[in-house]
């Protein structure tokens, strides 16, 4: 077994990928449920009217078909290949760096540890979150597998600067959710252990993964909207940047809007935090 370092970080980044995309394969449709949900009633462009939930889920089937929830599953893939893989991996690394690799480490080390490998990865996997997000909003019928063809709008509508539009409300998101997941999940964990409640291994990994999938949708759910909506802007811009679409959606739907689609982020986070976790968990 080799000794050196790098390996084990290459297998922690490889470990979190494998986890990554094996969790979004089966998560992927309550992601575009989340992500009609996050653009209905937005000023200066028209949707479909969706009822909630339920309402979104029976609208997709309906007008596009069961494969519409699989709308941006190659685009998602090459998402969690390259933002999760890293913003997982790193994130041991990350503590060392922050000091937070000791078993009294202050929770705040932790979670600037999470912060920093969030914000790495959110860097260097925006291309395949734009173009996620774009397919996943596509209300088209059978359109859904235009993995190339939203590849190619992009660069002739906005050119390859496309790609990192919401840059910086995407990094600010991978930040904040990283922070959260990951800090919350030691923490929890290191609770767990130290009262006895809960012994090393699969049951303790799922009790605080779960934890943390909690904490996330509440902390991340504002981002997360704002993300979406500067990633599927038109050509004509509604929104210049993060903050003024912060203050157009509060200005136009109210403090509210800025967590619509919280029950299929949380949804989402829960069985994504705790197959994710757990998962990596037993291949590092």
Known sequence: MSNNPNDSIAKKIFGAGLAAVTTVTFIHPIDVVKTRLQIVGEAGRQTKA?????????????????????????????????????????????????????????FWRKFCAGAAAGAIGSVVGNPF?????????????????????????????????????????????????????????????????????IKEGLMLHFSSAFTAGFFMAITVSPFDIVRTRLMNQPKEKIYNGMIDCFGKIIKNEGPMGLYKGFIPIWGRFAPTTTLQLVIFEQIR
Do not use: C
């Not at 909003?137 to 359109?143: H, T």
């Not at 790609?163 to 904040?176: D, P, Q």
């Not at 922070?179 to 767990?192: E, H, L, P, R, S």
């Open 50 to 106: 969706y009822g909630g939930v339920l309402g979104t889920v029976k609208t997709i089937a309906a007008d596009e078909g069961l494969g519409a929830f699989y709308k941006g599953i190659k685009a998602a893939w090459l998402r969690e290949s390259s933002y999760t893989s890293l913003r997982l991996g790193l994130y041991e690394p990350m503590k060392d760096l922050f000091g937070a690799g000791k078993k009294d480490a202050a």
């Open 129 to 197: 979150d734009v173009l996620k997000t774009r397919m996943m909003a596509n209300e088209k019928a059978g359109d859904g597998s235009g993995f190339f063809k939203a590849f190619h709008e992009v660069v002739e509508i906005q050119g390859y600067g496309g790609f990192y539009k919401g840059l910086s409300a995407n990094v600010t998101r991978a930040m904040v959710l990283n922070a959260t997941k990951m800090a919350v999940y030691d923490q929890t964990k290191q609770m767990i252990k130290t009262s006895g409640i």
